[in-house]
C-alpha cells in the first residue's frame, strides 16, 4: 500500500457527462500528480499540483481541469466526455515539489469507462 | 520533450531464469526510478538511485545508475511467476520528469 488513495476506484459513464475523480496524497506530500494510462500504453503526464498551485502541465485537454485543495487532496475534473477518455488515470504523490531526489509514489488508479 | 527508452520492449523468459533490461536516454538524469505495474494496478515504486554509479538492490532485484547518467539497469534474478508485470524506468532530468514506455515481461512456468 502506497497510502495515496484514490476514489472511485472504477467509473462507468456516458459521452458528453462529467466526472470527478479524486485523490488523498500520503500523509506529509506536498506534491499531486496525474496519469492517463490507456490500454497497453504508457503512462501520460498530465498535471502536478504543489501545496495548493499548479507546478506542471503535460498533456492535457482542455476538456480536463484538476485543483488541490487546502487540504491536500486533489480532484481531476474531465467534461464532455469522448470515448477515447476511457482509460487509467492514476494519481501520484511526492513529498516536494518534483525534482531530482523527489519519489513519486502512485494510487491503485480510477478506471474510467466511456460508453 | 525528453524521450526515454527502454529495452526489450517485452521478454519471454522460463521460471529461474536472471532478466536483465535497460533504460537510456540522450540527457543526464539526477534521478532513475525503477517501477513495476500489475494490470490494472498502479505503478509500485522498485528501486531509486540518486547517484552516478550507485548499485543498489531490494530483494533479487538489483538496479544500477550508470556512470554517464543517461542510462540505468535493472536485473531480476531467479525469476519467479509473480515477476509477471510491466516494468517502468523513470527520472528527472533537471526538473523535468518522464517515464519510459515500459519492458513487459512475461514469465513461464
Known amino acids: 500500500d502506497s497510502g495515496v488513495t484514490q476514489t472511485p476506484k472504477h467509473l462507468i459513464t456516458a459521452t458528453g457527462q462529467r466526472v470527478t475523480l479524486r485523490c488523498s496524497p500520503r500523509?506529509?506530500?506536498?506534491?499531486v500528480y496525474w496519469y492517463q494510462q490507456s490500454l497497453d500504453q504508457g503512462l501520460q503526464f498530465l498535471i502536478q499540483?504543489?501545496?495548493?498551485?499548479?507546478?506542471a502541465k503535460g498533456n492535457i485537454l482542455e476538456r480536463f481541469s484538476a485543483q488541490q485543495f487546502p487540504d491536500l487532496h486533489s480532484e481531476l475534473n474531465l467534461s464532455s466526455l469522448e470515448l477515447g477518455d476511457s482509460a487509467l488515470y492514476f494519481c501520484?504523490?511526492?513529498?516536494?515539489?518534483?525534482?531530482?531526489?523527489?519519489?513519486?509514489?502512485f494510487g491503485p488508479g480510477t478506471r474510467l469507462t466511456v460508453l | 520533450g525528453q524521450q526515454l527508452n527502454q529495452s526489450p520492449q517485452s521478454m519471454f523468459i522460463q521460471e529461474g531464469e536472471d532478466v536483465s533490461m535497460n533504460c537510456t536516454s540522450s540527457?543526464?538524469?539526477?534521478?532513475w526510478l525503477w517501477y513495476k505495474q500489475d494490470p490494472g494496478e498502479g505503478p509500485v515504486l522498485l528501486i531509486a538511485?540518486?547517484?552516478?554509479?550507485e548499485l543498489t538492490s531490494n530483494g533479487r532485484l538489483t538496479a544500477q545508475f550508470g556512470i554517464t547518467r543517461k542510462d540505468s539497469f535493472l536485473n531480476i534474478s531467479a525469476s519467479i511467476p509473480s515477476d509477471v508485470g510491466i516494468y517502468f524506468c523513470?527520472?528527472?532530468?533537471?526538473?523535468?520528469?518522464?517515464f519510459g514506455p515500459g519492458t513487459r515481461l512475461s514469465v513461464l512456468p
Open positions: 500523509s506529509g506530500d506536498l506534491s
Open positions: 499540483y504543489y501545496n495548493g498551485e499548479e507546478r
Open positions: 538511485l540518486y547517484k552516478a554509479g
Open positions: 540527457s543526464i538524469f539526477n534521478t
Open positions: 523513470a527520472g528527472y532530468y533537471g526538473q523535468n520528469f518522464v
Open positions: 501520484a504523490s511526492s513529498v516536494g515539489s518534483g525534482s531530482g531526489g523527489d519519489t513519486q509514489y
